[in-house]
Nanobody, 117 residues
Framework: QVQLVESGGGLVQAGGSLRLSCAAS????????MRWYRQAPGKQRELVAT???????AYADSVKGRFTISRDNAKNTVYLQMSSLKPEDTAVYYC???????????WGQGTQVTVSS
């Protein structure tokens, strides 16, 4: 079982930047696919970014070009660098670990990101 703890959320003005971190502990981290999701009030949770065990990223169209996902396997940490933030990026952001078949293994507790206009 992988345990995940997110940090780095907060309040930022539109156009600003934040970097989220997700620290993992427990079973092997480097073999997991890591994903960032977000959930805004009254909306379904949506996939924002994915990074494979080999470091290949993928992004939702809504964040492409503005967000960057990365991982540091030596630190058992995955990051989400968010730039040019918009009010519609306001949500609770969750870190997720999955296996190679994309079966979810663990979720973090979430971190709030609020972007003011």
């Amino acid at each position: 079982q992988v345990q995940l703890v997110e940090s780095g959320g907060g309040l930022v003005q539109a156009g600003g930047s934040l970097r989220l971190s997700c620290a993992a502990s427990g079973r092997i981290f480097s073999s997991n696919v890591m994903r960032w999701y977000r959930q805004a009030p009254g909306k379904q949770r949506e996939l924002v970014a994915t990074i494979t065990s080999g470091g290949s990223p993928a992004y939702a169209d809504s964040v492409k070009g503005r967000f960057t996902i990365s991982r540091d396997n030596a630190k058992n940490t995955v990051y989400l660098q968010m730039s040019s933030l918009k009010p519609e990026d306001t949500a609770v952001y969750y870190c997720n670990a999955a296996n190679a078949l994309l079966v979810s293994l663990s979720w973090g507790q979430g971190t709030q990101v609020t972007v003011s206009s």
